[in-house]
């Protein structure tokens, strides 16, 4: 049973991948050499999801359900960032965590995400249904 407060951190180093500048697929889009937005979600999610890991049983994931989020300062390739989540309860079947990320200058980000458990081969065959 996960404790309201238990908290994880994840660090890692923004890399080219991870830039804005990276998600365009056209040559008429033009993002920034910052931090993406999605790579932020990502770092956020990774961190919930690893004070979750205690709850699953042999078979089961935990998959983001919701998210509401910041991102309010840019964030330079080569930079650490860290996302903290903290646990803050259940609603029902979903697990509720506030989440704030920091680069080396400051908060960079935060939001609140909510995860749920699910049976690994049935959310992939529902998946594979939707082909």
């Known amino acids: 049973m ?4 238990a908290t994880a951190t994840l ?6 991948q991870d ?11 033009a993002y920034p050499d910052v931090m993406s937005t999605p790579a932020m979600l990502g770092l956020m999610e990774r961190a919930c999801a690893e ?4 709850e699953l049983e042999n078979g089961q994931l935990s ?22 989540a903290s646990f803050r309860g259940r609603e029902g ?12 200058k400051g ?5 609140t995400h909510a995860r749920a458990i699910v049976d690994r ?7 594979a249904s939707r082909r």
């Open 63 to 84: 998959v983001g359900v919701t998210t509401q989020l910041t991102h309010s300062a840019p964030t330079p390739v080569d930079a650490q960032v860290s996302a903290t």
């Open 11 to 16: 660090t890692r180093r923004v890399a080219v």
């Open 2 to 5: 996960i404790h309201s407060g």
């Open 93 to 104: 079947s979903l697990f509720v965590f506030d989440v704030v990320v920091h680069d080396p």
């Open 121 to 127: 081969a049935a959310i992939e065959k529902k998946a």
């Open 107 to 111: 908060q960079v980000g935060s939001g």
């Open 19 to 29: 830039l804005a500048s990276a998600f365009g697929n056209d040559s008429d889009e």
């Open 51 to 54: 004070i979750m890991r205690g």
